[in-house]
């Protein structure tokens, strides 16, 4: 399974970004994906994520640091889950991670996921 991040930037505060993350190699029939991020020094966090079972129903989750300001979801055709992020703040500048959990595990805890990309860099600046 490969997990590719993309969509990272440079950006003002109050400005917004929009990251992907396409999802390929072998296929599963229920995962969730997760977003996370790393900031110098800081140890990775969870920000949002949205469970992938191939119906219409989902379920999305954030952390209460971005709830309001980041939306997650899915293109199921295109394999592809998105992160679109507004109101940007100085304290979103992170590496984002995309990652895919698949085993029984809390959604907010790195250690749940077990394949992960290669993240992008989100700088935002005042």
């Known amino acids: 399974v490969q997990l590719q991040a993309s969509g990272g930037g440079l950006v003002q505060a109050g400005g917004s970004l929009n990251l992907s993350c396409v999802v390929s190699?072998?296929?599963?029939?229920?995962?969730?994906i997760g977003w996370f991020r790393q900031a110098p020094g800081k140890e990775r966090e969870f920000v949002a994520a949205?469970?992938?079972?191939?119906?219409?129903?989902?379920?999305?989750y954030y952390a209460d640091s971005v709830k309001g300001r980041f939306t997650i979801s899915r293109d199921n055709a295109k394999n592809t889950v998105y992160l679109q992020m507004i109101s940007l703040k100085r304290e979103d500048t992170a590496v984002y991670y995309c990652?895919?959990?698949?085993?029984?595990?809390?959604?907010?805890?790195?250690?749940?996921?077990?394949?992960w990309g290669q993240g992008t860099l989100v700088t935002v600046s005042s």
């Open positions: 990652a895919l959990k698949l085993d029984s595990g809390s959604y907010y805890v790195v250690g749940s996921y077990r394949y």
């Open positions: 190699g072998r296929t599963f029939s229920r995962y969730i």
């Open positions: 949205i469970n992938w079972s191939g119906g219409s129903t989902y379920s999305t």
